[in-house]
């Protein structure tokens, strides 16, 4: 299993990033995944989760209305669209297979002016 995240860097309040997951070495189709996040002493949070066909979605209260998940099975690619993000978004983000318990290295997401 191999997860690489991607799209990070630094945006001012109110922007916007496209963060995206690109994985091989298993049946994509197949599982249902989710993004989290870990800011600098805290621990991990779940931000969103996607069903494997993408049917199904949820999300952290704190990101409702402004992230969006969604996933390309043909591409083998997962993607978090966020929208309206705020310093509190700061934090390294990672893609995760809840059955396999498999992470991507991580993508760091900064939210400052």
Not at 32 to 37: A, G, I, L
Not at 72 to 97: G, I
Request: hydrophobic content about 30%; glycine content about 10%.
């Amino acid at each position: 299993v191999r997860l690489v995240e991607y799209g990070g860097g630094l945006v001012q309040p109110g922007g916007s990033l496209r963060l995206s997951c690109a994985a091989s070495g298993f049946t994509f189709s197949s599982y249902d995944m989710n993004w989290y996040r870990q800011a600098p002493e805290k621990e991990h949070e779940l931000v969103a989760g996607i069903s494997n066909t993408g049917s199904y979605t949820n999300y952290a209260d704190s990101v409702k209305g402004r992230f969006t998940i969604s996933r390309d099975n043909a591409k083998n690619t997962m993607y978090l669209q966020m929208n309206s993000l705020k310093p509190e978004d700061t934090a390294m983000y990672y893609c995760h297979v809840p059955r396999s318990g498999s992470w991507g290295q991580g993508t760091q997401v900064t939210v400052s002016s």
